[in-house]
């Protein structure tokens, strides 16, 4: 049975109209579906013209002074001052030559220490605010093949948790979609911005794939046998579904532009079948996660990513052959057998490091570690604490995830030519005592106030009870 890119007619389709892409199906390979919004093409033809590179509205030049860089990529350079103009890093050093002068403002950072800003490689942040009310739950599609739902449009820039995470350093993250095989396409956004259109870095960063299970199980009703059937007919589905999407691919190709007539819901598949952004498969369990990089690696998609991975130490040959990249998110879950150590999760992104894996650290999708996402630092620090260099650690959160996702040439390093998006911290970023004091995106100073932060100063300013 061919796969059809359907949206289970006979469930409701909640806010479909801001989240779906495209609302046409291209029969026969879409099934029918309730009638939304025409709002597709503009949709995508959004997300296409805010992929471009976002310039800073605000002209100027900035010098920071007096702070220990953490630079990423070149070490940490101490006592030295990073010269920003129109957004963009011009120089960084110990000794800038004449750069008060050509500096329209000068901030005193007084030994503070400037790390880039954070990335959350994998988050509902802003998809969902209180997870036991569905009308703050925006992070699922009915459906099994949606690959035209777009998860950045229906990010809520007024969420409460987006500031929380921003105040412990968070500047990115990637809303992730969830639900069926294929629930769409993220999006890489600021943690600052007044609309989704002001917070979309990149729009179409990354085509998500919730792999089915490829462990056996001896207990329950069905037979080892029916469950590795039913896992190959699956995996058969996915392969038939992604044979459609380069049929069609190769129709446009072929097509001159005059006489093809697009189709918006297969449109966004074409960047990543191209190889121009990742394509982030789910997979937990040893097999499944090794079922995944293989089916990507016999398909010839060098952009494949892995994320969860919490087995994926056990395969980890298998995925420094394919050059498969891991975005890790169990740092913190217990061992999954009772013959695992205790401290497997914790060990397990340097034993992928050390195969020669390229690992990304997350806290993943879902309600709880939306809400948590601000201790992301504090699960890397966790990896160091059990192996993993801190320069890699910090590279884990920062410049390995901006390059997994397309964007390494503006984000994750502070380098010249990139973005001026870096924190300031009055510590070691990964030490839980350390507070995050100044932010700034694109060169431009962000509040770190938070509802927390709010409701501090309201409880401190409370007037003390009289006694009598």
Request: without cysteine; proline residues 7%.
């Amino acid at each position: 049975m061919i796969p059809s890119i359907d949206h289970a007619p006979d469930q409701p389709a909640l806010k479909r109209n801001r989240f779906r892409a495209s609302d046409t199906p291209p029969s026969p390979l879409w099934s029918s579906a309730p009638p939304v919004l025409k709002t597709g093409a503009i949709a995508f033809a959004l997300a296409l013209s805010l992929s471009a590179t976002i310039v800073p509205s605000h002209a100027e030049t900035i010098l920071f002074r007096n702070a220990t860089i953490h630079t990423v990529t070149d070490g940490v350079i101490p006592d030295a001052s990073i010269l920003v103009k129109d957004g963009t890093i011009t120089e960084i050093g110990q000794n800038l030559k004449n750069a008060r002068k050509r500096a329209d403002k000068i901030v005193r950072l007084n030994g503070a220490h400037l790390y880039p800003g954070l990335i959350a490689s994998t988050s509902s942040l802003g998809l969902v605010e209180i997870n036991a009310l569905r009308q703050t739950r925006d992070y699922r599609e009915v459906g099994s093949y949606t690959p035209d739902v777009f998860s950045w449009v229906s990010v809520n820039p007024d969420s409460e948790l987006i500031p929380v995470a921003r105040a412990n350093g968070i500047s990115h993250f990637l809303a992730v979609p969830e639900g069926g095989t294929v629930p769409g396409v993220s999006g890489l956004m600021a943690t600052a911005g007044w609309t989704v259109e002001n917070m979309a870095v990149k729009p179409l960063a990354a085509l998500h794939v919730a792999w089915p299970g490829m462990s056996l199980s001896a207990t329950g009703s069905r037979k080892p046998a029916d469950q590795e059937k039913q896992a190959r007919e699956r995996v058969q589905k996915i392969d038939e579904f992604f044979n459609q999407a380069e049929a069609y691919a190769k129709a446009k190709k072929a097509t001159p532009k005059d006489q093809f007539k697009p189709v918006p819901a297969w449109e966004p598949m074409i960047p990543f079948l191209k190889g121009d952004s990742p394509i982030i498969i789910h997979a937990a369990q040893a097999p499944t996660v090794k079922s995944a990089a293989e089916w990507a690696a016999g398909r010839g998609y060098k952009n494949a990513v892995i994320a969860g991975g919490r087995d994926a130490w056990r395969v980890a040959k298998t995925l420094a052959k394919h050059k498969t990249p891991v975005i890790y998110e169990s740092t913190f879950d217990q061992p999954a057998r009772d013959f695992d150590s205790y401290d497997i999760q914790y060990k397990a992104p340097e034993i992928l490091r050390q195969a020669g894996v390229t690992v990304a650290i997350s806290m993943g999708a879902g309600s709880f570690a939306t809400s948590n996402v601000r201790n992301l630092p504090y699960v890397a620090a966790q990896s160091i604490a059990f192996g993993m260099p801190e320069a890699e650690a910090l590279k884990a959160i920062t410049l390995t995830p901006a390059r997994i996702l397309g964007v390494g040439d503006r984000l994750g390093s502070i380098q010249k030519g990139k973005e001026a998006t870096f924190i300031a911290v009055d510590g070691d970023i990964f030490d839980i005592r350390s507070n995050v004091q100044r932010m700034w995106i694109a060169g431009k100073e962000v509040s770190l106030e938070s509802r927390h932060t709010r409701l501090y100063e309201k409880y401190k300013a409370r007037p003390r009870a009289e006694t009598r």
